[in-house]
Each structure stands twice: as structure tokens, then as C-alpha cells.
């Protein structure tokens, strides 16, 4: 078959890779001028695991992994409240820090290089404009002029998917749900380890419903995701990609906040990378119409609060291809294409609802915000710890049950290569 990929994030790539090796003429397109290979730590975690060892990623992916030992939590004077070290043991659930932390761009590039070498072509600046379906064809309309046709298109595009505007079509509402007032912002400044301080991940809950996580990855700065709910005010009235603005609003919120919240949001006001996110999930009730299919944060987003986004990228991507690879040959023009798109939603709709279950219920509307609420949270996160309780099982949704990785003998098998 003849694919079109848009987007060359982590499921566009991981699909490209898959699609490639089964012998498909792959063209991925990303909207940027190059890879994007920003961002800051994302994680692996339960299936996501054992589809990026079916892919032969387990060596590479080891060697650019961050170490990072676990979690503490703080309270405002920066008192270890509570500690969750990672578990390297490679049984049971991960923790809050997993086995398999990697930076964003790092994990993006390593797709990115496996798929390439496969054969998928990367075509970079150029985004889809108009697409039209006509019997087994997809006519496809560039915003760099060109015009061609394809046997299937993926819209791999990310939270704000244009594909997904454009399948659902201008009557349809659009599948993305916002989580109410929920606002998480993302950057690194620079904050030098001290002597003695371990590769830890630092949280931190402030009152009136503000958090604050630090991590690092080099011994310089501090990865920082800062955020909270708020449905009035400045940051609230922020106009999205106003980074200037979003930046102000949110030092105005963490002003006296405790901890190092003042140390961190000056470090904010110089950040090259800032990104504020209005946070929300992509809730659909199929993810393909004839030859257009959606995977990823475009068909599911299942917010960072579930720990799952990446995860669930690489099993989606891997579901597509393996229905593909069962469904149509590479010689026959996509004959079985509808029974894999429908093998695909069969199969991954199980696990993205569980996923997906109590995110919107969950939110930071429920958490405590007084100083005496932290307090009690505080002390019963201290026990949780000390007796080791599996609390991630339940806040995080790496668990998925009843529901089996499908192994496909139609997939070719991935030798583990460390370098490219
Ligand atoms: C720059 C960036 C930084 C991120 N940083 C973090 C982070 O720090 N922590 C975290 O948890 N998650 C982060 N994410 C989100 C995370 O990567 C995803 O939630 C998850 O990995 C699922 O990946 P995805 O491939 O579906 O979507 P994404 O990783 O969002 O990839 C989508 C890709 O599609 C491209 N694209 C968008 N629109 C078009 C278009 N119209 N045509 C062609 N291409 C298009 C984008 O540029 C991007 O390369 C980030 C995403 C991006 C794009």
C-alpha cells in the first residue's frame, strides 16, 4: 500500500516503522521544519515496555535512559514527606519514576532513524490542506502545492489533530474534552546540583490547588512542569501561545507558594522552552471513516495525568500495523484495509477505555487546598510509602485488565540493535 503518515512524532514514527517493514511505501509528513525533537521526559510503562522490545529498541532505548532513583514528596519548607524509589527490578508495575525515562527527543529521534531506516520517506514543513476519498483512493491536497494518492492516510498529528477536524468533517464536534481549569506548563531552568542531592524527582502541592515537579537529566538544570486549576484570572483569560502572558500569569499564581517555587519561576521568566498546555483528552467513538484512520494523541490523548500517552502511542501503533499485517498483503492495494481498521478499534478500544476511565472525574477539582488538607495528604502519603503500598496502581493507569498483547506472526521479529 501507498501511506500517508502525518506527523512525525512517537505514533507516527512507530507506525512508519512498522508499516515499512511489512513492505508498505511509507511518507510521513511533520508540519515543523525539522524533527521535532523537543520536550521533556517522557515514560514507558506496561505494554508500552514490551512493544518497544518487540521493536528491538530495548538496547537503545537502555543507553539513553535517565537514571532518575524515584520521587520524593515535599511539603513547603521542602521536608521529605513521603519517598517512591523507581523499580528496576523489571517485575510488577513500574512507579511514579520508571525504568524507561527518556527524553522526549531522544525517544522521538530513535523512532525517527529505526523508521527511516525501513525505507519511510520524511518530508518535513508541509502539512495536508484537503483530503477526498473516491472508491480505494485518497486524493491528498499539500499545503506545499504537491497533489498524490494514497491507499491509506494516518493522522498521527497530535492533541489538536487537523486530520481529525477533517474526517469528522464541520458539523461534527470535535472528540477533544477539556479538562476543566486544568492548566500544566512545561520547561527547564537552570538550578545546579548540590553536593550530595540525588537524580530525584521532586513534587510539591501548594494550596488553592497548585502543584509544581521537578526533575533533572543533567547536572545543570531542572525539568519543570508547573501547573494547577484555576478558572478564573489571569492565567485563565490567557490567550493560548501568549507565552509571555502565560509566563506572567503563572508567576503571579505561585507567588509565595512555598518551597522553591520563587527560585524556579524566575528561572521560568528566562526558559527558552516554555509550553503551556490547557489540558484535555481526545474522547472518539471510532478512529477511522473509509482510508483515514487516526492513532495517537490525535485518536485517544488520555492527558499525562494517566501516566499513558506515550505508552499507549507505541501499543496503538503497533495494533495498526499488527491488524495490517493480518488483514492486508503489501501487493494488494489495501484490500482488507476496513477489516484492520475495524480489527484495530476492536482490539485497542478495550484498553484505551481503561485508560481513558475516571479522567475527567479525577480532577485537581477534588484535591485538597487548604493547608491543613495537604497536611493530613501529606501524612498519609508518608504511610502509604513506609509501607510500600502500590498507590501508582491507582493514581496512574499502567494496569490495563483482561486485556492481552496480542502477539501477531504476521509482524516480522525486530533484532534488539543498539546503534544505528
Ligand atoms: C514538541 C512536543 C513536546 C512535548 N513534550 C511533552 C512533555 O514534555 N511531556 C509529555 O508528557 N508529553 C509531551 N508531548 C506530548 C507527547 O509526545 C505525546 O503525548 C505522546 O508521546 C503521544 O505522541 P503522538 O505522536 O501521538 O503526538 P505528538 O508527540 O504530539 O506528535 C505529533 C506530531 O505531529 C506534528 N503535527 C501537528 N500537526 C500537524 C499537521 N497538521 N501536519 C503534520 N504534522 C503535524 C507535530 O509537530 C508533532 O511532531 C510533547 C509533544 C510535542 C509535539
Known sequence: MKVLITGAGISGSALAFWLAKLGHTVTVIERFPSLRATGLQLDLRGHGIEVMKRMGLESAYRAKAIAEQGMQVVDSSGRRRAWFPVNNTGKGTQSFSTEWELLRGDMCTTLYERASREGAEYVFGTTVEKVMQEGELVHVWFKNGRTADFDLVVGADGVGSRMRKMILGSETKDGFVRLPGLYVAYFTCKLPMQEGEQNIATMYTATNKRGIMTRRNNPREVQVYIGGTVHTGRLADAKPGDVEEEKEALAELFQGAGWRCDEIVRGMRDCKDFYCERMGMVKLEHWSNGRIALTGDAAWCPTANTGMGTSSSMVGAYILAGEIAT?????????????????????????????????????????????????????????????????????????????????????PECKDIANM
Not at 477505555?353 to 475516571?358: A, P
Not at 485538597?368 to 508518608?382: A, D, E, R, Y
Open 327 to 411: 488483514h492486508c498483503s503489501p501487493s494488494d492495494g489495501g484490500e482488507g484495509l476496513e477489516a484492520a481498521l475495524k480489527g484495530y478499534e476492536d482490539r485497542f478500544k478495550p484498553f484505551m477505555e481503561q485508560v481513558q476511565k475516571g479522567v475527567e472525574e479525577g480532577s485537581w477539582d477534588n484535591m485538597p487546598s487548604s493547608k491543613f488538607g495537604l497536611g493530613v495528604m501529606n501524612i498519609l502519603l508518608g504511610i502509604v510509602s513506609f509501607f510500600r503500598i502500590d498507590i501508582v496502581k491507582y493514581m496512574l493507569k499502567e494496569k490495563v485488565y483482561d486485556w492481552e498483547l496480542p502477539a501477531y506472526k504476521e509482524l
